[in-house]
């Protein structure tokens, strides 16, 4: 492993203080079916309706979603911290195994969805920048669902964390 130096750890340590909603990116055709979890994700416009994801080139699924050219970002509900465990790789379990622990459908093109993700954002890579580490992928999205919970999961301080929603009385 590299040493990091101060100004890489800085940086590391600020963005743990940053809130960040939990995603499982997916995608699904020549180059494979895979997953990832992901909370560099991030709203670009809603003319046309584009995301900003980000990928680290060192990631072996990195390749894959470029060849696939189509992904869905798979926002998590509160009840979702083992998918985001599995799909980080943080359980040792294989990607298919990963797949079948959970409910999946599928969408455009096979990409799959989570059943009852918080919301589910399909949609095309239209265009690429490797920054660093990363790739940073622009996804015009064709296919938006949401649907209604109390709570998200959320990464804060290098943990996952409940964020529920609070209710007001009428």
């Known amino acids: 492993m590299t040493q990091l130096s ?10 743990a203080s940053l809130s960040a909603a939990v995603n499982v990116l997916t995608t699904n055709g020549p180059g494979g079916r895979c997953g990832i979890t992901a909370t560099a994700v991030c709203s670009v416009t809603d003319t046309p309706p584009t995301v900003m994801v980000c990928i680290n080139r060192n990631s072996a ?9 189509r992904l869905c970002v798979n926002v998590l509900a509160g009840e979702h911290e083992e998918v985001a465990r599995h799909f980080a790789g943080m359980t ?17 093109e096979g990409v799959p969805i989570l059943d009852d993700a918080l919301a589910s954002l399909q949609g095309r890579i239209t265009d690429t920048q490797e920054v660093g580490t990363h790739s940073v992928l622009l ?4 296919e938006i669902c949401t649907r209604e919970r109390c709570d998200s999961l959320v990464y804060f301080s290098r943990n996952f964390h409940r964020l529920q929603r609070e209710h007001s009385a009428a």
């Open 61 to 69: 699924m990195n390749g894959v979603f470029k060849q696939n050219g």
């Open 92 to 108: 040792g379990i294989d990607m298919d195994e990963r797949f079948k622990r959970h409910a999946w459908k599928e969408g455009r």
């Open 6 to 15: 101060p100004t890489q750890q800085a940086f590391r340590n600020a963005m």
């Open 139 to 142: 996804v015009e999205l064709d």
